[in-house]
């Protein structure tokens, strides 16, 4: 069992920056695969980005490579989604979310957070 709390979100200006977190519960964090969704009002939740449990391996969604990295520190139980020159267009509410295995760019993971609101301005 694995319980995540999305925190980082806010108001920020288009060509700004956030740093979403995520941190979890539980001793096997580093079992687990992660990754970062987002649903705008209106929209399917959609995939951002991955992270392989252990090792570098990540997963990106094309409208956000090149701007988005994810990153994971497993002895502070916590992953991270670092969002550089975000556009209005990038504003919903994220959800980090975990699972045991691959990376995959759907919703099928176990275990998810909250979520918390990125609103981007113009």
């Known amino acids: 069992q694995v319980q995540l709390v999305e925190s980082g979100g806010g108001l920020v200006q288009a060509g700004g920056s956030l740093r979403l977190s995520c941190a979890a519960s539980?001793?096997?964090?580093?079992?687990?695969?992660m990754g970062w969704f987002r649903q705008a009002p209106g929209n399917e939740r959609e995939f951002v980005a991955g992270l392989w449990r252990n090792s570098g391996q990540t997963n990106y969604a094309d409208s956000v490579k090149g701007r988005f990295t994810i990153s994971r520190d497993n002895a502070k139980n916590t992953v991270y989604l670092q969002m550089n020159s975000l556009k209005p267009e990038d504003t919903a509410v994220y959800y980090c979310a975990a699972k045991i295995g691959v990376i995959i760019a759907t919703v099928q993971y176990d275990y998810w957070g909250p979520g918390t609101q990125v609103t981007v301005s113009s």
């Open positions: 539980g001793r096997t964090f580093s079992s687990y695969t």
